[in-house]
């Protein structure tokens, strides 16, 4: 038979004769034949790629949001190319060089900063785009996030009711809005209660691990003690608990604490972690179908859908 109608078979097409069909997939069977998706995509407008840039992939969090995402695509014949950008914009920019060269359908991007100039451009260019886990300024795109200062509301709520005041905290970057965000939380909560927030007590890290346990230890080591802290994602948590194990302090006894993100650990630790959880497989979910209707309709306007967190209570502050 034809290329063509070998075509149609494996594309489900009509206008193939039943015994014909049954025929070329019998042939497909009997070579182990899969079709070439490069040559696919170079023989057709309609590219079965998505392109996804994380930040940061050692991170739990992006691991259920792609998760979430790709369980989306996938039923919709799409393919997922993943790239990490390592926190890196210069990475990033070339990785979405990367996702343009192999003409991908789409891109959704967990961006380093709040601007970028190659996103601009792609978007200018008809690119279809998502952003994840923080805000743009520069594209004005879809954008797919968690609740995060009512998030950290909620948890620096959930210390004053116990009755701490001297409360610290190891936060995200400023130059993230979800950094800027969380910390909007914590002051929020703070002035609601009337308590003093002590800038001695306010650190600023990177989300890193190496960042909360070298900022934990810089707080832990002033006298008094602050009585709770709340850090402002897994990582930076898992450094936090590193330094005040270390240090022989006692949770709860001597300090409470809180963190952002919520995973299967948090429940494992001793004390068991109250956290801040994130929808991370349902940002997933959203974000990918937020792409597909940006790929149908690439002329409406921008929508920016913002996912509630739950304050997860364990043992962690008592």
Known sequence: VSPATVSRVINGQPHVAEPIRERVLAAIHDLNYRPNRTAQRLRSANSHLVGVILSDIKNPFYTLVLGGLENVL?????????????????????FIKLMLAEGVAGLIVAPTQETSDVLAEAVRNGLPLVIIDRRMTRPKTDVVLADNQNGARQAIQHLLQLGHRHIAIVNGPQHLTS???RYAGFLEAMQEAGAIVDERLVRFGDYQLHSGYALTRDLLSRSPLPSALFIANNLMTIGALNAIHEL???IPNEIAVIGFDDLPWAASLNPPLT???QPAFDIG????????NRME???????AVVLGTELLVRASCG
């Not at 309709?297 to 929508?303: H, I, S, V």
């Open 285 to 292: 979910v959203h974000a990918a179908e937020l792409l597909l």
């Open 275 to 277: 956290t801040v959880g």
């Open 297 to 303: 309709f690439p002329n409406r306007p921008a929508r």
């Open 179 to 181: 950094g800027r965000e």
């Open 248 to 250: 022989g302090i006692n």
């Open 74 to 94: 996938a039923q919709k014949g799409l393919s997922v190319l993943i790239c990490n950008s390592n926190t890196d914009q210069v990475r990033e920019n070339d």
